[in-house]
């Protein structure tokens, strides 16, 4: 049997992927970026481990973290037989990864503020045409 030191998220990083998931992000791919930004790599078994996600988990927020660009990801055989392991490492600064969704958080507001102030317009037009 194989000894291998796994790192664990503490309750600081608890915090960190519960803002996130009230960022948008998924829950799933918030824990996995607390867990890369401890670590300079990691294999998706490690990280399925460490995080207490499942396999299919990891995967599905691992493909959503590699579409935005913001994980490397290598292939490493292993001895003997068997599949390549998926190796995956932080490629952008978690500061990108949170501006953009500062960005996508202040666009939908703008967007929102926009409908309001033309409900009020529209809504003094109304009340104009009943006031006659």
Known sequence: MKDSEV????ENDHVFIKALSN????RNAATTMAY???VDEASSREIEISTGLRQPEV???MRLMCNQSWVNMRSEKKPG???PMKIYSLAVPVDKIIGYY???IYK???ATISAI???KVMSKQVSLTFSK
């Open 7 to 10: 790192k664990m998220l503490d």
């Open 23 to 26: 960022l948008g992000m998924s």
């Open 36 to 38: 890369l930004m401890n």
């Open 59 to 61: 995967s599905l927020a």
């Open 81 to 83: 037989k068997g599949r």
């Open 102 to 104: 500062e960005d996508k």
């Open 108 to 110: 939908e507001s703008q």
């Open 117 to 119: 102030k033309k409900l």
